[in-house]
């Protein structure tokens, strides 16, 4: 793993153990809120004789690459993405590990006293999928699409599932997330794999539907909300930004 400056200068280079060729290893990092440290998620020890204890999350200074604290984290072989809060002053980097098609884990990853600090946030098998410009609240998502619920300081607080929106067999698909403190964008369809969603405005509290979006033309699977009022769509190579007139 290397950092490089903007002009494409490799500031310095941290080596792990490469993930291995018969896993679904992927690792991911990120900043942590202070912009002091990147956190990592990399290949866990080998220890020859003792069991695979499981995959590293790293805290490395971000200025200087070197190694500050690692933990381990419950998941192995794991295909991981990190997301940051919009809340200010949150603490915390949201890190959804896939572990296969049917297993994720949501880990909230925070550095605290020089030490990696990972807890599990909400049930297995539900990966985050957006958090709120609030401190505690955010977004999972059932893997199979079915549900989306609200979770605040750890603790679900509102659920919904597709088919009350529109009719049995629909499943969210893309990102549901925030598009502000009020509302929340979600698209649904049949399938995951479908070229086109319908999407809809949620109230963010309850999950309850406020209306669905007419746009001019048709819309993309995968919409990004962005918790200022606005989001993204992509179709083919064009990139919309869109907002509620």
Known sequence: MAVCSRSGEVRWVYRHDAWSEGGMGCGACAADPSGRYLFATTPGHLDPGRPYEGDLCVALDLATGKLVAEAVLPSFSAMYSLQHSLAVN????????????????????????????????????????????????????????????????????????????LSAEMRFVGRPGFLDDARILAAVAEEAWEGEARHFLLDARTLEVVAEIDYPASASLDPLALGDGTWLTVEGDEVSRWRIS
Not at 139 to 161: H, M
């Open 90 to 165: 949150e603490g915390v980097v949201f890190l959804t590990a896939g572990q296969g098609q049917d297993e994720a884990y949501s880990l909230l990853v925070s550095l605290s006293d020089g030490e990696v600090v990972v807890r599990q946030a909400g049930v297995v098998d539900e990966p985050f999928t957006g958090n709120s410009l609030a401190p505690g609240v955010f977004l999972k998502q059932a893997i199979d699409g079915e549900d989306l619920t609200r979770y605040e300081d750890g603790l679900p607080v509102a659920t919904t599932s597709a088919e009350t929106i």
